[in-house]
């Protein structure tokens, strides 16, 4: 079982990027998928998470307040992959940033007990 991160670069602050996360091994249609992000020198953090539903783009979503109305999380369950849109990107949204897939409930805080962890991706925000 597998998740590949990728999407990650460097961006002007003010500036967008997209990270993909394919899930491979197993579906992912049924489990919950989100995003968290370490920055140099803190935790990991929840930034965002999707849960699953029987339908293609899954269920209801949770943002960490420093990301909303800024960040989108989606998903593709044909494609076994989750999105995260993030428009005007700030200096401090930098940091690596993974995947993960686990129960809805455990995606909060560092994302203790989720099951499944891609290598990370590193977005570099510039002033």
């Known amino acids: 079982v597998q998740l590949q991160a990728s999407g990650g670069g460097l961006v002007q602050a003010g500036g967008s990027l997209r990270l993909s996360c394919a899930g491979s091994?197993?579906?992912?249609?049924?489990?919950?998928m989100g995003w968290f992000r370490q920055a140099p020198g803190k935790e990991r953090d929840r930034v965002a998470a999707?849960?699953?539903?029987?339908?293609?783009?899954?269920?209801?979503?949770s943002y960490a307040d420093s990301v909303k109305g800024r960040f989108t999380i989606s998903r593709d369950n044909a494609k076994n992959t989750v999105y995260l849109q993030m428009n005007s990107l700030k200096p401090e949204d930098t940091a690596v940033y993974y995947c993960?897939?686990?129960?809805?409930?455990?995606?909060?805080?560092?994302?203790?007990?989720?099951?499944?962890w891609g290598k990370g991706t590193l977005v570099t925000v510039s002033s």
């Open positions: 993960a897939s686990g129960p809805f409930s455990k995606m909060v805080k560092a994302g203790d007990g989720l099951n499944y």
């Open positions: 091994g197993r579906t992912f249609s049924n489990i919950a």
């Open positions: 999707i849960n699953w539903s029987s339908g293609r783009s899954g269920g209801s979503t």
